[in-house]
């Protein structure tokens, strides 16, 4: 499972060719990333719009 | 998989936390109609001479001159409607015709595998292209355990959203209704080909 090096390589200039580090203001694109646990829901009146994450982290819960 | 989750971000490649916040940002453009705070984001992005680059300043061009009311009634008309918007953006629609169906099936498994779980009050299936791309995000930053490595992000992506996301963005792209989600629709759509692309560089 092993990366070869050349291979790592040839992706990471091929995604920085495509213009993926290449937006200004872009790291803002990122706010809230990471919260998906933590957020809460939040209801417009008329629409049941939400501000949650799709997903979280799934527990498992112990069993006896 | 019993951990209570850090929120320090684990350390991944930067090319990838670029991807991981391209997808995270698709995830909050689809999941609801844009609010003033992504609004912002969109107003304020301005990119290189890629073909992304270019899709990113043709959406903050339209993020500057629509209102958040425009947006919304958008939103709505290509997503809600009255009983269905003019897109339907679930992998079992675009994959068999209807909702509910083996692509989500398929999808659910994989999730309980993986250790990602639908939030509590979402009520769309879990197939939807929002949900999918926050799945990606969160994957690729590890924030349902470590960080998941290229061949099973592959597998992911193979699995759930290489046979169709690419055309639901076309078909974003080329919505009657869509004026600020139409650029969105593009950045969706060459980033899809970018995913793809790198992708098969991963062997």
């Known amino acids: 499972m092993s990366k070869k090096p050349d291979t790592s390589i040839k992706r990471r200039d091929f995604l920085r060719a495509a213009g993926l580090g290449g937006a200004a203001g872009a790291a803002a694109m990122a706010t809230g990333i990471g919260s998906a646990a933590a ?26 | 998989m019993t951990e209570s989750g850090s929120l320090a971000a684990q350390a991944i490649p930067e090319e990838d936390a670029l991807r991981a916040h391209y997808y995270w940002f698709l995830g909050r453009l689809l999941a609801a109609p844009a609010d003033d705070s992504v609004l912002a984001i969109a107003s304020d992005l301005s990119g290189d001479d890629t073909e992304l680059g270019q899709a990113l300043g043709a959406l903050s061009k339209v993020a500057n001159a629509l209102s958040p009311g425009d947006v919304k009634e958008e939103y709505h008309e290509l997503f809600i409607g009255l009983g269905r918007g003019e897109l339907l953006p679930f992998a079992s629609y675009y994959l068999t015709g209807f909702l509910h169906e083996k692509p989500l099936a398929k999808l659910r498994a994989d999730m309980g595998e993986r250790g990602i779980a639908r ?23 590890g924030d349902f355990g470590a960080p998941v490595d290229l061949y099973d992000q592959r597998d992911f992506f193979a699995a759930h959203l290489a046979s169709w996301a690419g055309r639901f963005f076309e078909d974003l792209e080329a919505a009657e209704s869509a004026r600020f989600y139409m650029p969105v629709g593009t950045i969706g759509r060459i980033f899809m080909k970018i995913e793809t692309t790198a992708f098969e560089m991963v062997n």
């Not at chain 1, 009146?45 to 799934?58: F, I, L, P, Q, S």
């Open chain 2, 119 to 141: 939030a509590d009050d979402i009520k769309e299936p879990e197939d939807h292209i929002a949900a999918l791309c926050e799945m990606m995000a969160g994957q690729i930053r």
């Open chain 1, 39 to 64: 957020a809460t829901p939040d209801r417009a009146a008329d629409g049941g719009y939400r501000e949650t994450a799709h997903v979280k982290k799934y527990y498992e819960t112990a069993r006896f």
